[in-house]
């Protein structure tokens, strides 16, 4: 995966390791959807950006409420 690749799999992972998935504030989640979307939007090569991520990584994904 180019360098580029890489740092925005990582971004993609810091968001979703900041996940507010158990809290009620609104303004919250939303600021963090919206990091976790500008990650995946960067990636160009999204089939291999998910076989990167750890299972742990989907299972937040799954949970993100927006």
Same mark, same amino acid.
């Given at each position: ?23 009620? %504030? ?27 991520? %750890?299972?742990?990584?989907? %299972?937040?994904?799954?949970?993100? %409420?927006?």
């Amino acid at each position: 995966m180019p360098n580029i690749q890489y740092k925005t799999v990582e971004a993609l992972k810091t968001a979703l390791e900041g996940s507010p998935l158990n809290t009620k %504030d609104e303004r919250c989640k939303s600021a963090n959807w919206i990091m976790v979307h500008r990650a995946i939007m960067a990636i160009k090569e999204v089939v291999a950006m998910f076989s990167s991520l %750890d299972p742990e990584y989907y %299972d937040i994904l799954m949970k993100q %409420d927006t």
